[in-house]
């Protein structure tokens, strides 16, 4: 879709914008891509770990995946 080759381009100009990433995240969930969207989500975290949202999005792409050992590590 536009809005996911938008954000690819962006993340190309920027790739040290991790609301970029959690966008791209949400992205993929809507595409129905979640395991995609974790990766983005765990990209973001390691640019800002403090960042409460993209934390709590992961955690709960995670329990909806049943990757209980993952979440624990969050």
Partial sequence: PEALSSIDQALHLT?????YHQNRAE???LMGRAAEAQLDLYRSLRLAPDELAAAVRLLGLLHDSQAWHEAQAV
């Fill in 27 to 29: 992205v993929l969930v």
């Fill in 15 to 19: 790739p040290g914008v991790s609301f």
